[in-house]
């Protein structure tokens, strides 16, 4: 603290106000993108913020027809349960991946779980299904790691439809309907840039 005070005492008035306006419109520009993202939209279990990209259209409109749409939301599958902390750490983490990846165009047009997340979908259908696989159809309990060793298959090795039937991208289903947000650039800005 005693290295920060005494540079902020050598700075002149001008230097002084100079860094209060860039620092004011450093952080200005990080929260406009934070609300261009619709980040605050991630904090909640709504599904229809995964539609805030594009490329997951035939996804969210492939679950919302399926049985998973009446029991389970996007992130009842896809995020980890086993505690408020690993959940919001996992969807930040994850979601920083994808917006860098939407940041430097490298988003594929079908977008695959990778080992972490294949990991979590696997360990939620596991704790959705417990019942079903224990004491119904028998097939015992089997883990994403248990699988990677070849000791059993993952859920989707049979079940590859459920919840998303099949979808690879956005050709397969060129009239899906799903609730595409609004722009969140003003009408002024929109106009000023046709």
Same mark, same amino acid.
Request: aromatic letters at 8%; proline letters at 3%; glycine letters at 6%.
């Given at each position: 603290?005693?290295?920060?005070?005494?540079?902020?005492?050598?700075?002149?008035?001008?230097?002084?106000?100079? *860094?209060?306006?860039?620092?004011?419109?450093?952080?200005?520009?990080?929260?406009?993108?934070? =609300?261009?993202?619709?980040?605050?939209?991630?904090?909640?279990?709504?599904?229809?913020?995964?539609?805030?990209?594009?490329?997951? *259209?035939? =996804? =969210?409109?492939?679950?919302?027809?399926?049985?998973?749409?009446?029991?389970?939301?996007?992130?009842?599958?896809?995020?980890?349960?086993?505690?408020?902390?690993?959940? =919001?750490?996992?969807?930040?983490?994850?979601?920083?991946?994808?917006?860098? %990846?939407?940041?430097?165009?490298?988003?594929?047009? *079908?977008?695959?779980?990778?080992?972490?997340?294949?990991?979590?979908? %696997?360990?939620?259908?596991?704790?959705?299904?417990?019942?079903?696989?224990?004491? %119904?159809?028998?097939?015992?309990?089997?883990?994403? %790691?248990?699988?990677?060793?070849?000791?059993?298959?993952?859920?989707?090795?049979?079940?590859?439809?459920?919840?998303?039937?099949?979808?690879?991208?956005?050709?397969?289903?060129?009239a899906t309907k799903v609730p595409l947000p609004d722009s969140p650039v003003p009408n002024w800005l929109q106009q000023m840039m046709e």
């Open positions: 603290m005693n290295i920060l005070t005494r540079f902020i005492n050598q700075l002149t008035h001008r230097q002084k106000c100079v *860094s209060i306006v860039l620092l004011g419109c450093l952080v200005g520009c990080g929260f406009f993108f934070l =609300y261009i993202l619709r980040a605050h939209s991630y904090l909640g279990d709504d599904p229809s913020a995964c539609v805030n990209c594009h490329i997951m *259209s035939p =996804y =969210y409109a492939s679950w919302f027809h399926s049985s998973h749409s009446r029991n389970a939301t996007c992130n009842d599958c896809h995020v980890p349960h086993e505690n408020m902390a690993r959940k =919001y750490a996992f969807k930040g983490m994850d979601g920083m991946k994808h917006v860098a %990846m939407w940041v430097t165009r490298s988003e594929s047009q *079908s977008p695959r779980a990778g080992e972490e997340s294949s990991q979590v979908i %696997m360990n939620n259908c596991i704790r959705c299904h417990t019942s079903l696989n224990t004491t %119904m159809v028998n097939t015992g309990k089997v883990d994403y %790691m248990m699988t990677e060793l070849g000791q059993g298959k993952v859920c989707w090795d049979c079940h590859r439809q459920v919840p998303h039937g099949g979808h690879s991208s956005l050709t397969e289903s060129p």
